[in-house]
C-alpha cells in the first residue's frame, strides 16, 4: 500500500514540479522522510526530479534555447559552489528565514510591478544565473531561486520550463552520482517498482504540460509566484526542512 502513496505522491509532485520549475523536492522529501533514511529518501527523490526534468525536456522541447541555458546555467552552476562554502558557520534556520522573506517581498513586486521584466540578453542571463546559483548555494533551495530569477526574464512558458529543466537536470546528474559513489542504495524499494515510479512521473509531467497549454501566456508568471510564495512562507515558519 505505501508503494501505491508513493506512486500518487509522485504524480503530484512531478506534475507541480513541471509545471512550475520547482517543487518536487520540497514536496517528496518531508513525505518520505517519515518512512525512509535520509540518504535514500534523497537519492529516490533525485531519481524521480532528474527523470521528472528529462520530461520537461521532452514535453516542451520547442522551448529549448542553447544560448539562455549556458548562459544562465554555468554561471548558475559555478557560483553555487562559491554559495556553497560560505554558509558552515552560519544557521541553517536563519538563512531560509531569510531567503524566505527576501521572496515574499519579490513575489509582492512582481504582483504590484507586472510588466517588470530583464531584458533578455548574454549579460542580464549570466549576472542572473551568478546570482541565482549563489543564492541557492547558500540557501540550499536551488529549484526555487531559480525560478525566482527566470520568472524576472517573464519567458514565453516553454522556454522557463525547458531552460528550468535543463539546469536542473545537469546538476541532479552531479549529486546522483556522488550519492552513488557514496554507497547509497534504495534498499527498501523493491527493483521492480523504480518503472512504476518513473512512469509515474511521466504521467505527472503529462498532466502538467495539459495544464500549462491551457494556462494564457499572460497568467503564466502569477500562477509561478504563487507557488513561489507558498515556499517563501514554508521558509519563513519552518525553515528549510
Known sequence: MHLVVIAVLTVAASAIGT???F?????MVPVLLLFYSAPETLLFVGI???FGNLWKL??????FRTKLVI???????LFSYLGASLVLDVSEALLSRILGGFMVLYVF???????????????????GGALSGFLAGIFGIGGA???????AFNLPKAVYITTAGAIAIFIDTTRLGKY???????????LWSMPIFIAASFLGARIAKRIVDRVPQKHFRTIIGVFLLLVAMKLLLWGAG
Do not use: Q, Y
Open 19 to 21: 509545471m512550475t520549475g
Open 23 to 27: 517543487g518536487t523536492s520540497t514536496i
Open 48 to 50: 524521480i526530479h532528474w
Open 58 to 63: 521532452l514535453l516542451f522541447r520547442g522551448g
Open 71 to 77: 548562459c544562465f546555467g554555468i554561471p548558475g552552476v
Open 109 to 127: 513586486f512582481l504582483l504590484l510591478k507586472s510588466s517588470f521584466r530583464l531584458k533578455k540578453n548574454i549579460a542580464a542571463g549570466v549576472c
Open 145 to 151: 531561486v531559480r525560478g525566482m530569477f527566470l520568472t
Open 180 to 190: 552513488l559513489a557514496d554507497g547509497v542504495r534504495l534498499d527498501s524499494f523493491p
